[in-house]
């Protein structure tokens, strides 16, 4: 079987500790940030049509961080590049509620315009890396 590519973005570790575990199991993957992709020319040395994609990234309202839509339009630009056929995408909500299963949904379709094909998705729930302030009245309700 092909060696797996494992792209992450990760703001606060979470990401980042899923995607090393992930790794250890899989054996053969290597493993690379988004960032580093984004700031050299390497993604033409590291995709490649042969090895299967796994995007990993955190939900960020509902949606992919920008970092990965950038890193999509930079692959995108390099029209000679090799890139993947085959895709999978693991999201790392810190909610397990469906309502985050959203934050495939541009990546897909971007990942579909080339021809790669999502072929696995999933969700790791992991803690909060964010609070979200509620109005003084709803506090009170749960506290009630
Ligand atoms: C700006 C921002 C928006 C977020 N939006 C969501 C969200 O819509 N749904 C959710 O479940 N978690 C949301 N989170 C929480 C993170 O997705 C979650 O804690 C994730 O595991 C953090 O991963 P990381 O440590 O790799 O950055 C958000 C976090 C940030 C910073």
Redesign the pocket.
Known sequence: MSPHILC???????????SMLLAEQLGDASLHRVESILSTARSRTVLTGDHPLVLL???????A?PIVYRLLAHLRRNENEDVPNRAAII???????T??SA?VLGVRRRLGRWGCRVCYENQ???????LWSYPEHWNRQLLE
């Open positions: 992450y973005f990760s703001g606060t570790g979470n990401t980042e500790l899923v990234y955190p939900v960020y309202a509902l949606d961080p999201t790392v909500p810190c909610d397990p509620h309502t985050n934050a790791v729930v992991m803690p909060a890396n964010v």
